[in-house]
């Protein structure tokens, strides 16, 4: 895999460039509900050296009542800055379950206009095995103001997706379990119908990795979107379950030069909870 700053890089790159002065590197993990897994005392016990902890549901909308939806502005960049990340930095991003929830906190750096952030591939299961080094205690930030320009482009709302859906255009392509596509089984989150947004194609999220959770090269990727059904020559939406493992599908479709893409942030957790949009269930 050619290592690539501004989207994903290896294990063995970062080991290399782990003392560089303006490298920042980032713990993303999240993990649903019924993980029985809790991220941040992970971080606490073990993280790569000077690793700082992104806490993906609180550097969030706290105004609205879907799971960690796009932070304001403003609180974006405070706690960036107390974290003493900003301008002139090369972010890299991992998590503790190899390729889930990190891509989601690339995404969210380039919707603020931040180019230089990249995922860690295989992320920290993969940098455990191959015998780098962890620490448990956390870095001391100095304060860094960010720069931050909105790409209003890289996300979408219901009332766009609802409109993509019923004209077919731009595709929406789904990264949840093939299962829960088709409404075949339960949704994690209470209260939600079972199946997907009509129209929409079925890629789930780790059918574009490896066994070690490393993500397939972009020729892979790409057979898998076309297999799927996706034109790869029309624009794509996004979805997941609450939009964190829809930025794995966008991070892959980046990779292979598909630069017009986008991502439903509100997703399933939105979709499946109005009783006013329509769903589908099985494979159409």
């Known amino acids: 895999m050619a290592d ?5 890089v290896s294990t063995a790159w970062l080991a290399k460039h782990l003392k560089d002065p303006d490298l920042r590197v980032l713990d993303a993990s999240l993990y649903l509900p019924d993980a029985g897994r809790d991220p941040k005392a992970e971080y606490d016990a073990a993280h790569i050296p000077g690793a700082r902890f992104f806490d993906i549901d609180e550097i969030s909308d706290a105004r ?37 929830s990190a891509p989601r906190v690339w995404w969210l750096f380039k919707l603020m206009g931040q180019d230089n952030v990249a995922v860690l591939d295989g992320g920290l299961p993969k940098w455990v095995a191959e015998g780098h ?8 930030p100095r304060d860094r ?39 075949e089984a339960p949704e994690p989150r209470e209260g939600l119908r079972a199946g997907h947004i009509p129209k929409s194609r079925s890629v789930p999220f780790d059918t574009l990795l490896n066994a ?18 996706v034109d790869l020559g ?16 966008a991070l892959a479709l980046e990779r292979m030069g598909h630069k017009d893409w ?17 769903v589908a269930t099985g494979d159409a």
């Open 4 to 8: 690539d700053p501004k989207t994903l």
């Open 133 to 140: 080094p962890t620490e448990d205690m956390p870095p001391i």
């Open 234 to 249: 029309k624009p794509v939406i996004t979805s997941c379950g609450s939009g964190v493992t829809a930025a794995v599908l």
């Open 145 to 183: 103001h960010m720069t931050v320009r909105v790409q209003n482009r890289l996300v979408r709302d219901v009332t766009q997706v609802a409109q993509a859906s019923k004209l077919g255009d731009p595709q929406i392509v789904d990264a949840r379990a093939a299962a829960r596509f088709r409404g």
């Open 212 to 229: 070690d959770k490393t993500m397939k090269t972009p020729d892979e990727t790409r057979a898998i979107f076309e297999a799927a059904g």
């Open 64 to 100: 609205s009542d879907l799971p960690h939806m796009v932070p304001p502005v403003e609180k974006f960049m405070s706690r960036m800055r107390a974290m003493g990340v900003g301008d002139g930095h090369q972010v890299v991003v991992y998590d503790g379950a190899g390729m889930q």
């Open 262 to 278: 986008s991502l439903y942030d509100g997703s399933w957790a939105e979709w499946g909870m109005f009783p006013t949009v329509p």
